[in-house]
């Protein structure tokens, strides 16, 4: 009796042992979240004094992309808040808050006064709230 099982099989190997599979690159080793969080653009203290709200929302996004360990593109795919910004959880904004409070060098928000927790929901309302927070920080209080 003899045995056709790998007669179809155009392929090297026995049809008991595939083929050795294509030999692949070795995977990217992964960064760690510090490691990412610290090569975001616009993170120093000089930039934020002089950022406008499109800027400091740039600057949240992209921490929010390191966070989540996400290219910039896949990010903006993510849910939209009604204002146009991105729509993110309360936790992420306290996250993101302390993240520029960090770079910035001071207390700058106060949760407890937040006027509107709105603003606590999306990149677009935590970039005016942090906004104004600068400017009344550095006492020239534009909006």
């Not at 939209?80 to 207390?107: C, N, Q």
């Amino acid at each position: 009796m003899t045995s056709h099982a790998g007669a179809a099989s155009t392929e090297q190997g026995s049809p008991f042992f595939p083929p050795q599979a294509p030999a692949t690159t070795p995977p990217i080793a992964p960064r760690s979240l510090k490691d990412r969080v610290a090569s975001v653009a616009g993170l120093e203290a000089a930039h934020l004094a002089g950022a406008d709200k499109s800027e400091i929302q740039q600057v949240l996004e992209s921490l929010l992309g390191a966070l989540k360990d996400l290219p910039d593109a896949q990010l903006q795919l993510g849910e939209r808040h009604g204002d146009g910004g991105l729509r993110i959880t309360s936790h992420l904004a306290v996250w993101l808050i302390g993240k520029i409070t960090d770079a910035y060098g001071g207390k700058l928000v106060r949760l407890s006064k937040v006027p509107s927790r709105e603003s606590l929901r999306s990149t677009s309302g935590l970039a005016e709230l942090l906004n104004v927070a600068i400017s009344k920080k550095q006492g020239t209080g534009k909006p």
